[in-house]
């Protein structure tokens, strides 16, 4: 069956009682997966650790069914879980958690219509000549549909769905109370920096007038360079929950796969460049990594860049700390490495006094990879289980977790985003040579 026929028709739960009410529901079914698991294990004779009965494929389907229920902040965030723990879940538990990251389910036509009826009014369809019920995509924020305004123009309109807004608070820290209720976060953990963050830049992205400038912003920092497409946004047309923009028919980055190795390294490398150059020359950024915000127009071989909802201005001093950790990485300057990853927030000292073999022959990896003069092959993930087993005591030693300031998560999780769609369509890229470039370009 294609995608299209899996992808489920459901009502949003807009009320805060009705999302409450999902989020109680993800507890008790999670809650009774544990007591099932672990019956199950004790019967076999073994002695399961709580964390090993929450990660079950039977408590992943749970979790990213409701999120997709549910959809808005709390689908937002298990997207941010499935491609930040990518190579740290078992496979079973990715592929699971990697619904979150296609179609989420979609609304109904009567809700549809009553979302676009109080952004445009009741008679909101004299406007076009056709407009396409079903959606041709689907997230955590909002759904997108094409349509043929009355004099001619084909769009993409894309819909907030209903609540999303206004459940960002509650969502967020629902999704917190079910971390800290399962026992896996150590109690003296604070969340609440990481927490203020994500309530901050999700607010942002329901604001589609908001997102409307943003993508201005980046069709003029790319102007007159034709390896990128930003969509035009229509003023008239777009309100805070409906963003109306140009209709830009591209196939999934996911197609840069299928592509002759040649032209998929070269478009990769596009993207590579854009990534450096959101860091280091233009201090914009748009962090969310989600594959889906990248397409491909085969005819033209142009990156379609759509969803500018996350994109922030990146602040002189993280810019600077990245610069000063690729620049040691490069120069194969392990302790350089190491000190800008302490002063970017990566790791902290504690960890370090904790730690201090391992965690140094992480670095030492990492750096032996960055040294490479070949072209990075991204398909070839090998040094994962290495810097897995080093890095694999120090996560299970709650006394040395620590959370990066909140600016750096958002930049990394771009990064290694980036580094994951690299590697699902198998790209080979000269990493070295673009992010150095770039660097002796902005000093």
Do not use: C
Not at 171 to 187: E, H, I, Q, Y
Not at 428 to 436: E, N, S, Y
């Amino acid at each position: 069956m294609a995608d299209e026929d899996r992808r489920r028709e459901r009502a949003v739960p807009s009320s805060r009682l009705g999302r409450l009410a999902g989020f109680g529901k993800l507890a008790g079914g999670v809650a009774g997966g544990v007591l099932s698991e672990g019956a199950r294990r004790l019967a076999a004779g073994e002695r399961p650790r709580l964390d090993q009965l929450l990660l079950t494929p039977g408590n992943a389907k749970r979790l990213s069914d409701q999120l997709a229920t549910l959809r808005g902040a709390a689908m937002k965030l298990g997207q941010m879980i499935s491609m930040d723990t990518g190579d740290v879940l078992p496979p079973e538990l990715t592929a699971i958690l990697a619904r979150l990251r296609e179609q989420a389910d979609f609304m109904p036509p009567r809700q549809l219509d009553s979302v676009l009826a109080e952004e445009w009014g009741k008679d909101w369809r004299r406007n076009f000549r056709r407009f396409e019920p079903r959606p041709i995509a689907a997230a955590s924020i909002g759904q997108v549909h094409r349509a043929l305004t009355k004099d001619g123009r084909l769009l993409a309109i894309k819909v907030q769905y209903p609540g999303v807004a206004q459940s960002i608070d509650s969502d967020v820290d629902n999704v917190a109370t079910l971390l800290r209720v399962t026992g896996l976060l150590p109690k003296g953990l604070d969340l609440d920096p990481v927490l203020v963050a994500a309530k901050e830049q999700l607010r942002e992205e329901a604001d589609y007038q908001r997102e409307t400038d943003m993508m201005e912003r980046y069709a003029a920092l790319l102007a007159g360079d034709e390896r990128y497409l930003v969509p035009t946004p229509d003023r008239e047309l777009t309100t805070r929950r409906v963003l109306a923009m140009t209709f830009e028919e591209s196939s999934s980055v996911e197609a840069l796969g299928e592509l002759p190795d040649e032209k998929r390294d070269e478009l990769f490398a596009h993207l590579i460049e854009l990534v450096a150059r959101e860091l280091f020359e233009w201090r914009l950024m748009q962090t969310d990594p989600n594959f889906a915000n990248y397409r491909v127009k085969r005819e033209t071989g142009q990156l379609v860049l759509l969803d500018f909802g996350a994109a922030r201005d990146i602040s002189d001093e993280i810019s600077a700390r990245y610069r000063t950790l690729l620049r040691a990485g490069l120069n194969e300057d392990r302790e350089g490495v190491l000190e800008a990853a302490i002063a970017a927030g990566f790791i902290n000292d504690h960890a370090v006094a904790r730690h201090p073999d391992a965690i140094r022959r992480a670095v030492d990896i990492v750096v032996t990879q960055m040294a490479k003069q070949e072209r990075l092959d991204f398909g070839d993930r090998s040094f994962v289980p290495q810097i897995r087993d080093e890095v694999m005591p120090i996560a299970q030693d709650k006394e040395s977790w620590h959370i990066p300031p909140p600016e750096t998560l958002f930049v990394q999780r771009k990064v290694s985003g980036t580094a994951l769609l690299g590697a699902n369509v198998g790209a080979k890229v000269d990493v070295r040579g673009i992010v150095g470039n770039i660097l002796d370009k902005t000093e």
